[in-house]
């Protein structure tokens, strides 16, 4: 198993920028898949992010494609999610997950096995 803790999301004006980080616990964390989700009140979770195991491939959600970025230090056993012009649309409570099941890092929750408790990002206009 692992747990994931988030940490970094924060109160920031539109079009600035946040990095959100996830440490994960135990001594295996090279071989899990990691994803970023995000829930907006009164929305559903919605993909953001998926990066492989090795940090090769990245995944991205076309409302997020070119302005955020995935990367994991797997030394550090952390996955980073560096966003750079923020929108309130972006404001939202974001959660990490990890599973090892799969060749390719998936994009729907139900595939996640691991979740952090998330970290709020808070996009003001």
């Known amino acids: 198993q692992v747990q994931l803790v988030e940490s970094g999301g924060g109160l920031v004006q539109a079009g600035g920028s946040l990095r959100l980080s996830c440490a994960a616990s135990g001594r295996t964390f090279s071989s899990y898949n990691m994803g970023w989700f995000r829930r907006a009140p009164g929305k559903e979770r919605q993909f953001v992010s998926a990066?492989?195991?090795?940090?090769?491939?990245?995944y991205y959600a076309g409302s997020v494609e070119g302005r955020f970025t995935m990367s994991r230090d797997n030394a550090k056993n952390t996955v980073y999610l560096l966003m750079n012009n923020l929108k309130p649309k972006d404001t939202a409570l974001y959660y990490c997950?990890?599973?090892?099941?799969?060749?390719?890092?998936?994009?729907?929750?139900?595939?996640?096995?691991?979740w952090g408790q998330g970290t709020q990002v808070t996009v003001s206009s």
């Open positions: 997950a990890g599973e090892r099941s799969r060749v390719m890092p998936p994009s729907s929750a139900w595939e996640y096995d691991y």
């Open positions: 990066i492989s195991r090795s940090g090769t491939t990245t």
